[in-house]
């Protein structure tokens, strides 16, 4: 009887030990996500060197993000920085923004959830966010689709 308490302790602690992803805060619903994303400037940084991490080109290493909540709807801004991103680079830029310096989205509170306005029915990114520091997620609920979630790692600066 000892035997079997001592392994299932032993589960469990193994269990718990690998649950989480060091790499990404927890996310915290408990508080207004939404007055917590826009009260920072959020600006990139590279992730921790995992396969699934976004790898930052050198050109958005000096762009901004801003978040702005609104009664009917809701922006991302893009603040670039001085070094432009060339051809094939720059791709959480190019590919979120497509030339664009904002982009309308919508926000599922409940679930933390942020979908772009140029994004297909399928395509979404999960919010993490703990104090100054943001980790979005792509996602793609498309079963027809082999599509690796990839993290995007920001760092907050408070707001003017």
């Known amino acids: 009887m000892t035997k079997k308490i001592f392994y299932g302790v032993a589960v469990l602690a193994l269990i718990s030990s690998c649950a989480k992803d060091s790499g990404t805060p927890?996310?915290?619903?408990?508080?207004?996500?939404?007055?917590?994303l826009g009260a920072y400037v959020w600006h990139p940084v590279v992730g921790n060197v995992k396969e699934t991490d976004y790898n930052l080109d050198d050109c958005e290493m000096d762009n901004s993000y801003r978040f702005i909540f609104q009664e009917k709807s809701n922006q991302l801004n893009l603040d670039k920085g001085v070094k432009i991103c060339e051809a094939n680079?720059?791709?959480?830029?190019?590919?979120?923004?497509?030339?664009?310096?904002?982009?309308?989205?919508?926000?599922?509170?409940?679930?933390?959830?942020i979908k772009f306005e140029n994004q297909d029915q399928y395509s979404s990114y999960a919010v993490a966010i703990n104090g100054d520091k943001l980790v979005l997620t792509s996602q793609n609920n498309n079963p027809a689709a082999f599509v690796a979630p990839v993290k995007y790692y920001f760092k907050g600066v408070k707001a003017p």
Request: avoid cysteine.
């Open 26 to 36: 927890d996310p915290d619903f408990s508080k207004d996500i939404q007055v917590r």
């Open 89 to 113: 680079k720059g791709a959480f830029e190019k590919f979120t923004f497509k030339d664009k310096n904002n982009i309308s989205f919508t926000f599922n509170k409940e679930n933390g959830v």
